[in-house]
């Protein structure tokens, strides 16, 4: 099983749609999660932490479920500048903390 | 002021040669990072480091050497640069702990 798995994508949707992302991890100890965002030919920059409860900032909600070892992203309302590639991400334990990315899922709003 | 800066952007060289690339951070974190991102945008990690630990990847090539003269920077050196190792190279740096990483703008190399 890989490290940090995603939809491989890539998700079409028209502005306003509804778009959910979908991430699982194989180490069951991980520490903490993260969404980036990849715009072409940029550095990845952070979207969002994700926390266990569950933290939305705008219109990204984001889910964590440890029993299940899966991290969700929630996009309401999609604007033409969301088109991007979503980076899952992990913490994994270590005297590092290595952060460990998905292969990232393409996300194209169209009008 | 770029919080973490690589040079240089773009890299052409040829096969068989040597290369480094230069990479700063001015955020005062205590980790740095390489990751290499191929054609198939997957980010892979190569190293990880601070002021007193190296981690390596068991996949990266012993041609691959990082450096750090100090805390703020972490180079990468490149020997006999093969036509698989054009990728884009990306530093990063975080505080460690659960912080999310800051990536530089990214090293385009192409080996030709």
């Known amino acids: 099983r890989k490290e940090v798995e995603q939809d491989p994508g890539p998700f079409n949707v028209p502005e306003g749609a509804t778009v959910a992302f979908n991430c699982t991890y194989s180490?069951?100890?991980?520490?903490?999660f993260f969404w980036y965002r990849q715009d072409c030919r940029k550095e990845p920059k952070l979207l969002m932490s994700?926390?266990?409860s569950g933290n939305e900032d705008g219109r990204f909600t984001a889910q964590l479920n440890r029993a299940s070892q899966y991290i969700s992203l929630l996009i309401r309302d999609s604007k033409l500048s969301d088109s991007a590639t979503y980076l899952c991400?992990?913490?994994?334990?270590?005297?590092?903390?290595?952060?460990?990315f998905g292969k990232g899922t393409k996300l194209s709003v169209k009008p | 002021d770029t919080a973490v800066s690589q040079t240089p952007k773009y890299l052409v060289t040829q096969m068989g040669n040597d290369k480094s690339i230069k990479c700063e951070q001015n955020?005062?974190?205590?980790?740095m990072y390489w990751y290499k991102q191929d054609s198939k945008k997957f980010l892979k990690i190569m190293f990880s480091?601070?002021?007193?630990?190296?981690?390596i990847n068991e996949t990266v090539p012993n041609r691959f050497s990082p450096k750090s003269p100090d805390k703020a920077h972490l180079n990468l050196h490149i020997n006999s640069l093969e036509l698989g190792d054009s990728a884009v190279y990306f530093c990063?740096?975080?505080?460690?702990?659960?912080?999310?990483?800051?990536f530089g703008q990214g090293t385009r190399l192409t080996v030709v």
């Open positions: 990063a740096s975080r505080q460690g702990g659960n912080t999310e990483a800051f």
């Open positions: 180490n069951s100890a991980s520490q903490s």
């Open positions: 994700v926390y266990s």
């Open positions: 991400v992990v913490n994994f334990v270590g005297s590092q903390g290595n952060l460990i």
């Open positions: 955020l005062g974190h205590d980790t």
């Open positions: 480091y601070n002021n007193k630990e190296l981690i």
